[in-house]
């Protein structure tokens, strides 16, 4: 993709990634990705702000050929993470005179992962200003959106603000700004989920920090920018702020039947209690769609046989990315099957030590279910219903 004005002299000089299925190795990327790296050049002095994915390096440098860029003064690194830096030693080689910027912890990060040297790195203090000649940038700290040495970059004149992993989605599009919101808000929720949500306190603190800042367009490095940066804020603000909500989520596998024949009933059982439950079944599923059903659910419940004394290996995959995760979840619970013996609902029960969930009573049966069994599920059903009641969540 060819470069992209967004305003005179700022540009969009990143990369689309069409065809990447899998990111960081763990996250799946339905709809692709994008690196996005900008432009800006000043009466002075010229920035990169972002580079992009090692894989994607010959698009970043033609695009900066096609601008006819001689000179870089300074490549801002929003972000340490490859997908933002990885071009960084190349562009270095290209601009020898470009000296880079981060905050504190982006210079350690720079120097370890990217052996960048030390007298390559300023380092830039949260409210600190830079000027370009005629346009202004300012740096605002905002740790752990993604990574302790992440920041945001104000350019004040035209009140955009690139913030890098903060508000991005995976999603590949030629559009440059957001022009179908139902598409961008699905995405931007389940990168919020899986990037951002273990992290839930400190965006509480970021988010104030952009409070007072007038901001016209904010450009992520992942995904289209938002010209209406209200669409995204307010998600945001949704996402991290406002109390769960009155649903189930029920991730969940089985190997002979029993344990499905108990979701199967469950499900039913919650949904006539006005419950809705989001049912993911382990044995194939993409684990965003989890992630993302995790973002404002009430209560998880977790289905799984018994095998080899624990639970499925699936499912302690599952469970130890829902614990990992941090959702709101104030209530859990497991159900499930057994031949013989063995520690499954211990096991769970010890994978879930981040949250802060009230543990509800187990509903776990020998065989296949019979009429007790199904009272049973009807009877956790009831105490999910005067929980989430109690918490004024119906
Ligand atoms: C590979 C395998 C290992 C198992 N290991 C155990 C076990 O350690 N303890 C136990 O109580 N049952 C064990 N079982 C029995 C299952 O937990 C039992 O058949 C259960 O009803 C299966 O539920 P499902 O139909 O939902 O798969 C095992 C079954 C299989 C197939
Ligand atoms: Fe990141
Ligand atoms: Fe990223």
Redesign the pocket.
Known sequence: MKPRMLKANTWWVGAIDWDRRLFDELIPLPDGTSYNAYLVQGTQKTVLIDTVDPTMTSPLIDNLVQLHIKDIDYVIINHVEQDHSGTLPEILKLYPNARVIATPNGKNLLMNLLLIPESKIKTVEHGETMSLGDKTLEFIHTPWVHWPDTMCTYLREDRTLFSCDFFGSHLAMSDLYVTDEATVYEAAKRYYAEIMMPFRKIIKSNLEKLKDLKINVIAPSHGPLYNKPEFILEAYRDWTYSPPKNTVVLPYI???????KMVEYFVNSLVERGITVKQFNLADTDIGKLAMALVDAASIVVGT?????GPHPNVVYAVYLTNALRPKLKFASII???????MMVRQITAMLSNLKVELLDPVVIK??PKEDDFKALDKLADEILSKHKEHDLI
Do not use: F
């Open positions: 089985s190997m002979h039947g029993s344990t499905k046989p018994t095998i080899l004394v499930g099957s057994y031949g013989w013996g063995g065989g296949y």
